[in-house]
């Protein structure tokens, strides 16, 4: 997460850090300073400078923050070789700079009442040595002190940080019934979704010095931020969906209103047309008329320079409708449209990219919150903790949001560092999963589609089932006897699949695939005599006969494993085998496949048991009727190899 420096390094960057802090936060005066041979120039600095100075400031400070200790066994980064926080050396010498006049600070500090709690807080912890404080004092220390150097540039987000982290460190101080460690997580949490990326930092560090010991109520707030955050996620992309659909409903209106108008101009040219040739045939009736009458040469002159002032008149009268004021507020009311145009165009623009910024600041956001859940997997393991965040990762691997990017592949990274986990990190209490998380993740795995998030989920509960078969017994205290009979660990497990088995078996439209059964009878060899028996008994049930075909299949299956104590139980599967069998035949329209397919495996169960000298059972009668109704039945007669199957078998079992 963090680059690591050494401790040597780590002093060289100190140094620079202090130099850099007064530059950043300090207006220096003409006389010079020495900080381990730097002077420090006097001229004033331009705040492109100031801002230069600010950037390298928290580089360097995160780089310190990351650094090793002197000590090899101490897990805490950013610790000096004094065994104190580097950030705690730095915000000490601000104490004699704050007071210093060579030094006056670009934003006073030394007002505020949060400042002197800060430091009365950071006296307290400081008083006790590095050997006896605990995990939380470490982490509210540098809580604080990271809080003290907000102080410097965003006084009012410092502030609300510092009230806070002050109120959860009275709770824990004064051992309030109150359960402090979710407070301090939400306020973890909370830390994360602000700007500063030091802080975002600083967080993951303190959420590391006290995740081993969380309960599960602060582990599901961590759980809530991404359920919030994948709601938010959700909801904004059905407006978004709801917004596509209005443009494209505004573009298609826009297109039919141009059809209208094109619609329009073909009429009025149709119009024009007809109008001139109206004009024309109105030319050739005056032309007639001209040559079939002489009464207009009759005329008198007057009266033709009558008729023309007339026509005059009306000529001036037509020119004189269109107001120069009414022309005016035309083009200002057109003006005026164009621009609530462009400015209905621009803030769709500014919406649209202010929600991209949204969703990539909650993108950041989730990412954040997996750093912790990263974190807490890396430290405690694969344990009680471990399973109360498995069906919330799974959720969020199903969300149709998250089909892939930044967060998809961090989750598939913390579910790939937990299945490769060592046999020490493996310490989760499979009685408390079996409360709550089991039943959240069969369920999870009932329902979901989405085949990736269903494959990690059933890996989680193999991962379960080994460590709780590779757990040692434990020293049971001699008893009276007593009637109730105890429950085997191989039960035990056989009883988290057990939902599986039923929805696969009975469901009709059910979303489970037979490979995860492959799976599990590969991973777990010690479930197959008792998933033999479950087998068993779907296959006498009224489920679909596509249901107990799998059954068969997964019985081939799972004698091709050669386990004695599965082929010990030869009797009752021959005899399943004899039942089903005489159903098939008895069928109006017996499949041949399906007939095919139970003789083979009653074939392969003799074969297999004889060259694991493992003794059959006494033949039932129901598989003898069966088998010899097979050569005389119709289907048979179509597929002789039916009959040439069922008579050798009926060979082998009588041998």
């Known amino acids: 997460m963090f680059q690591v420096l050494r401790l040597s390094d780590a002093k060289t960057v100190f140094d620079y850090t202090k130099l850099l802090f007064i530059y950043s936060f300090f207006s220096v005066k003409a006389e010079c300073v020495s900080i381990p041979s730097i002077k420090i120039p006097s001229p004033a600095m331009s705040q492109v400078t100031i801002d230069f100075c ?89 809580l604080f002190l990271h809080a003290g150097m907000l102080f410097f540039e965003e006084q009012k987000q410092a502030r609300i940080i510092l009230k806070d982290v002050n109120l959860c460190y009275e709770k824990h101080k004064n051992g309030s019934k109150e359960n402090w460690k979710s407070v ?63 443009e494209s409903d505004e573009e298609s209106d826009a297109d039919d209103e141009e059809e209208d108008g094109l619609e329009d101009l073909e009429v009025e040219s149709s119009d024009e047309d007809d109008e001139e040739s109206d004009e024309e045939d109105d030319e050739d009736e005056s032309m007639d008329d001209e040559e079939g009458s002489f009464a207009d040469e009759n005329k008198s002159q007057d009266e033709i320079m009558v008729e023309e002032d007339e026509d005059d008149e009306e000529e001036d009268i037509n020119l004189s409708d269109a107001d120069e004021e009414d022309l005016k507020n035309e083009d200002k009311a057109l003006g005026a449209a164009m621009k609530g145009l462009l400015d209905m165009k621009k803030d769709k623009k500014k919406e649209k990219r202010n929600k991209a910024l949204k969703k990539v600041k909650m993108v950041h956001f989730k990412i954040k919150i997996l750093d912790l859940i990263e974190i807490l997997v890396e430290n405690v393991g694969f344990s009680t903790s471990t399973m109360n965040i498995l069906p919330g990762l799974l959720k969020l691997v199903a969300s149709p949001v998250v089909t892939s990017g930044p967060v998809y592949n961090r989750v598939l990274a913390i579910f790939k560092n937990m299945f490769n986990m060592k046999a020490d990190k493996l310490t989760v209490n499979f009685n408390e999963a079996l409360k709550s998380d089991v039943p959240a993740i069969q369920t999870f795995i009932t329902k979901t589609s989405n085949r990736k998030a269903q494959q990690l989920a059933v890996q989680s509960l193999f991962m379960l089932c080994k460590v709780h078969l590779n757990n040692p017994e434990p020293k049971k205290k001699k008893r009276k006897s ?174």
């Open 54 to 142: 600010k950037a390298k400031f928290n580089s360097c400070l995160k780089l310190l923050s990351a650094s090793q200790s002197a000590d090899k066994t101490v897990k805490r980064r950013g610790i000096a070789e004094d065994g104190r926080y580097w950030v705690y050396h730095l915000l000490s010498s601000s104490l004699s700079l704050v007071t210093n006049e060579k030094f006056p600070m670009i934003t006073d500090i030394t007002g505020h009442k949060e400042w002197q709690t800060l430091w009365s807080v950071i006296d307290e912890v400081e008083a006790k040595t590095p050997e006896t404080r605990s995990d939380e004092d470490w982490a509210f220390e540098l």
């Open 184 to 246: 301090f997580v939400d306020l973890l949490i909370s830390i994360l979704s602000y700007e500063s990326l030091m802080l975002r930092n600083i967080a993951c560090g303190c959420f590391k010095l006290v995740c081993a010991d969380l309960d599960k109520d602060s582990i599901q707030l961590i759980m809530d931020a991404i359920d919030t955050s994948d709601k938010g996620d959700d909801e904004e992309a059905g407006e978004d969906a709801d917004s596509e659909e209005e």
């Open 482 to 655: 007593t009637v109730t009979k105890e429950v085997t660990k191989d039960q035990e497990v056989c009883a988290v699949f057990n939902p599986l088995m039923e929805d696969f078996f009975t469901n009709k439209h059910t979303k489970l695939d037979k490979n995860i059964f492959y799976q599990m009878i590969e991973r777990l060899p010690v479930l197959r005599p008792g998933f033999v028996v479950d087998l068993l008994k779907y296959l006498d049930q009224d489920i679909a006969l596509f249901a107990k075909m799998q059954s068969i299949n997964l019985l081939n299956r799972i004698l091709s494993f050669g386990d004695e104590a599965v082929l010990k139980c030869n009797g009752e599967i021959l005899e399943s085998m004899g039942k089903f069998l005489s159903v098939l035949v008895s069928n109006e329209n017996p499949s041949p496949h399906h007939i095919r397919e139970v003789v083979k495996l009653c074939q392969k169960l003799h074969s297999t048991a004889t060259k694991n000298k493992v003794e059959l059972s006494a033949i039932p009668e129901g598989l003898t009727s069966a088998l010899e109704s097979v050569p005389v039945s119709g289907v048979a007669l179509k597929f002789p190899d039916l009959a040439s199957l069922a008579v050798k078998m009926l060979r082998f079992l009588n041998n």
